[in-house]
């Protein structure tokens, strides 16, 4: 029986993970629930899971509380997240709340020596160097949920000495894969959050469209693998079957395929290194006819290009881009700005703000922050 603290748990990846727990209740105990401000929801999985910890990111008068559920701990604010990561008894912490208030939360759980498993792409985007160094010293590697890193180290751990020399990072291509630039410009809020075949959270889903999702998984790719960006070639694959593919000094390739599932890899990091059924339904290749394969146009989609020039940069530029693109997503996502105004606030924002730094944890949440003016005042 393996404990398990789960922050973010109402949204897209947690509820998925809750399914996993109600599947196999002799093998996950929930020791910690907490989400940013949907009540009813969390006050539901407190009832069914009956955590010892739940609190609100987004803090809730105890007063209204229901009294059937006062059995457990409640925590609000920022406490809340740091209870749960770092105060409470857990094994694992899955960390699936979105942005770069992860960051926070995964440092807090690997210092409390929990087994980090990170759906949040944000921490390592930002801080990345920080991340790892603690994962290192703490003798846990980090459990990537995002299904393009899953499959990675699902095949990185067939390597058995041959060296990994190169990743193959699929793509779906999004929404907008086969738009122009000028159709694109103007797309809505309904065109971008329409994703073919992933049912996520809404600031994933504009990222997939924008390819801004990619340019964050390169980065995570970057530090999760210790690759360098020039060896992590992005690979638009519209069936979203193959997950990911590492390529070995032999010449072989190793792939993982499956139907765009993410209970697969959510199960993978829960149970590692073990593998537990996820009532995912089998692959059908023959249904499928043909796997097809494009490059990605870095054009149409600069966050293709922008996420190599960031890490080249160093420096806070990663998680300029991320808090660039963080304050300029919520601005479309509240219909202020068009779609295609995303990717030039970004980089008006790299533009402005070259040479921060990312030193500490605070370099880089006054780069986030900076970067977050910049957009504002450029959209003012
Ligand atoms: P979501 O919006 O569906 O859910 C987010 C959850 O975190 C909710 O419970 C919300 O209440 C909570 N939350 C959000 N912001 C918070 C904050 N500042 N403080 C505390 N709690 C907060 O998002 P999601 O799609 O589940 O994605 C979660 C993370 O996982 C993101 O970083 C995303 O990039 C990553 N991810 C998601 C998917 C997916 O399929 N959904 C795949 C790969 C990676
Ligand atoms: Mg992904």
């Known amino acids: 029986m393996k404990t398990i603290s789960v922050l973010g748990s109402t949204g897209s990846i947690g509820t998925q993970t809750l399914e996993l727990c109600r599947l196999h209740p002799d093998r996950f105990r929930v020791t910690a629930l907490t989400a940013r401000s949907s009540r009813e929801k969390l006050f ?9 910890l739940a609190g609100f990111a987004e803090p809730v008068p105890y007063s209204e ?5 006062r059995f457990c701990k409640w925590v609000m604010g920022r406490e809340a997240l740091h209870a749960a990561a770092a105060e409470i008894e857990a094994d694992m912490v899955l960390v699936s709340i979105v942005g770069i ?6 440092l807090d759980a690997l210092d409390a020596g929990r087994q980090v498993l990170l759906a949040n792409k944000e921490a390592l985007v930002t801080g990345g160097h920080l991340v790892m160094d603690r994962a290192k010293a703490a003798g846990k590697p980090i459990l990537p949920v995002d299904s393009e890193h899953s499959a990675i180290f699902q095949c990185l751990r067939a390597a058995n000495g041959n060296e990994p020399t190169g990743i193959l990072l699929t793509a779906s291509g999004g929404p907008f ?34 390819m801004f999702n990619k340019a964050l998984e390169i980065m995570e790719a970057r530090w999760l693998f210790d690759m360098p960006p020039e060896r992590i070639h992005v690979v638009v694959h519209p069936q979203s079957i193959i997950h990911s593919a590492v390529e070995f000094a032999d010449g072989a390739v190793l792939a993982q395929l499956g139907v765009p599932d993410m209970r697969v890899p959510i199960m993978y990091a829960m149970a590692y290194p073990e593998r ?63 779609f295609g105004r995303i990717a030039e606030l970004v980089e008006n924002a790299l533009e402005k703000l070259p040479d921060l730094k990312a030193d500490t944890i605070d370099d880089i949440f006054e780069a ?6 910049q957009v504002r005042h450029a959209m003012a």
């Open 65 to 69: 509380i229901p009294e059937d559920l």
């Open 177 to 210: 894969r086969t738009w122009t630039k000028e159709q694109m410009m103007t797309a809505s809020r309904q065109d971008a959050l329409k994703h073919p075949n992933w049912n996520m959270g809404a600031k994933i889903t504009v990222d997939s469209a924008s």
């Open 101 to 106: 208030a992860g960051l926070q939360s995964v």
């Open 276 to 338: 537990l059924t996820t009532g995912s339904r089998p692959l059908d290749l023959f249904a499928l006819g043909s796997l097809t394969f494009e490059k990605g146009d870095p054009v149409r989609f600069p966050a293709l290009r922008l996420a190599g020039e960031c890490l080249n940069a160093g420096g806070a530029a990663c998680t300029v881009l991320n808090g660039a693109n963080e304050e300029a997503v919520a601005a479309f996502l509240r219909d202020e700005i068009p």
């Open 44 to 52: 539901e999985q407190v009832r069914e899971f009956r955590p010892l």
């Open 368 to 373: 986030d922050r900076l970067a977050r003016l």
